[in-house]
């Protein structure tokens, strides 16, 4: 138990060496917040459990979104995948795919800490894989055609270009970055170090994510905006 561990008998919270051995308990909900290496199969074994599943882990690719929303479709069940649950983010998220119709160049920056991992961020792999829906960025010098180093110009994710800074300093933040001739528009999140951010969104995410079927992305899929 949870309170033997730390020394308050009061808490009765059980504790699981893992998430397969946890899901042996039946559970309405599980969520992941694990590691990109462990969470798709924690998240299958949660479907074939018959349990709903938030997901706050980032590092997911394209092709692990598409296995778990086939199997949430064959399970009958709702997978809610949030790159950030922060308020902040979802409204960036908005505003980015509003400016994007009017807006035709955009590049996006992912700022976290120097020992994140992964890179992307699912934050913004989240904000490219949205603008990719409004249309395909449309750069004066195509990507394929850099002179120089290509590698300079960014990862190139769901048609964007993202660019990944991990320093000390930072913790998570996304920027993009919108221009056009004599006039540009730059839309940023920054989150601090405390959990505060992100605890309204995930009880959100909790509580609307049974009324999902398949896999929906972005914390504003239950957020009426």
Known sequence: MLGDAIGEPGLDCPV???AVEALGRACDVFVEYTKPATAKANVLAALDR?????VGTSGLTEQDFDEIDVAARGH??????????????VLLQKFAETAAKLIPQWEIIDYAHDDKPDAPSGTAR??????????APQ???????TVGERDARGATIAGSQVHSIRLPGFVIG?????????????LRHDAGNSARPY???ALLAIRKVSTLIGLHRGLDTVLEL
């Open 139 to 145: 750069p004066t010098v195509p990507i394929d055609q």
């Open 174 to 186: 996304a920027e993009v970055v919108f221009g056009m001739p004599d006039q540009r528009l730059t």
């Open 76 to 89: 009958r069940r709702g997978v809610l995948a949030v790159g950030n649950f922060a308020l902040t983010v």
């Open 199 to 201: 605890v309204d969104g």
């Open 50 to 54: 018959g349990a709903h599943v938030v």
């Open 16 to 18: 699981y060496s893992s």
């Open 126 to 135: 989240e904000l490219a894989q949205r603008l990719s829906s409004v249309r």
